[in-house]
């Protein structure tokens, strides 16, 4: 089968289309004919070899993806050759033909949904879920801020805070990017790039601030997150690309807090957690992950320059 190996750390162009041996499953194992296959900022990072987790090489790249059931080991009883599933993570990595994944790592896909927006729930929806409900602990009523909204996870989090009754408010850096915000659950909608957000912020929530922020980007907006932020709201850092000074008395005036998280801290009990709910809301139809592009497979390293840019919108897949 083809597949997407690094076999040294560096740039997009360490992305090669190779063939590899097709894995075979052993017990408890479940191999997936990838219909599309979902990229991650992360998967960049590891990339380059400056990531705190480095893998062995050569490795295939990727966490999520969606399509059928090949095979099944031994043991395996939650789903059969033929179901249409997604992945939360996989053995051999998702940038192939075909995946290999433990059993608790494939979810069923409702036919209502496609593969492409299955590709969009692992890491994107499984980051929402437990930045707003697990480590912020976001309550109906409650105003939360999602910094870059119209990218993959903020789209989520936009659709589970309004799925959930909170007020939502998004940023977003292109006109293109406010609307499909507004259009996911957003009751307002502001320009991120804006040098008077925090301003338009404290007017949005009545000189109160935000009881929940998600920040996708902590080294350029943690300070400003600290200005904004409601008396003991909750900041989740869920992405950060560098250092940054603040001043910690704004959190303390505040009660505030400041939440650092990772899907690789995820224990097995709390991701299973996570995808049941995420798998009741797309059966429901309250969650509806939005591609912006589709890319193939062969072309990884160009969605790996796109995942990076800035004017996000929505989910790049590839396509095998």
Request: net charge neutral; with cysteine.
């Amino acid at each position: 089968m083809k597949a997407i190996r690094v076999s040294e750390f560096g740039g997009p162009e360490k992305l090669v289309l190779t063939e590899v041996p097709t894995p075979e499953p052993a017990a408890g194992q479940v191999l997936v004919a990838m219909h599309a296959v979902g990229v991650n900022p992360v998967e960049t990072y590891i990339r380059t070899g400056t990531y705190p987790r480095k893998p062995a090489l050569p490795y295939t790249p990727g966490m999520d993806g969606a399509g059928k059931v090949l095979s099944v080991g031994a043991g395996v009883i939650s789903v059969r050759p033929g179901d249409r599933v997604y992945l939360s993570g996989t053995l051999s990595g998702s940038y192939a033909e075909q995946a290999l994944c433990a059993e608790a790592q494939v979810h069923p896909l409702p036919e209502s949904v496609s593969y492409e927006q299955g590709a969009a729930m692992g890491v994107p929806y499984a980051t929402a879920y437990r930045a707003l409900f697990h480590k912020a602990r976001l309550q109906p009523g409650e105003t939360v801020l999602v910094h870059g909204a119209s990218g993959g996870v903020g789209v989520a989090a936009v659709q589970l805070a309004h799925a959930l009754g909170a007020k939502v408010i998004g940023t977003a850096g292109t006109e293109r990017g406010r609307k499909l915000v507004l259009d996911n659950g957003a009751g307002k909608v502001l320009d991120h790039g804006a040098a008077n957000l925090p301003e338009q912020v404290l007017s949005a929530t009545g000189g109160q601030g935000p009881d929940v922020i998600l920040e996708m980007l902590a080294d350029k907006n943690l300070a400003r997150d600290l200005d904004m932020i409601a008396k003991y709201g909750r900041i989740v850092v869920i992405g950060n690309r560098g250092s940054i000074e603040i001043n910690p008395r704004l959190a303390m005036g505040k009660d505030a807090v400041i939440y650092g998280m990772t899907l690789f801290n995820v224990a097995p009990p709390e991701m299973a957690e996570i995808h049941a709910a995420l798998g009741e809301g797309l059966a429901k139809g309250s969650l509806r992950p939005v591609i912006g592009e589709k890319i193939p497979l062969a072309e990884a390293a160009r969605a790996h320059q796109a995942v990076m840019q800035p004017g996000s919108y929505g989910k790049i897949v590839l396509i095998p």
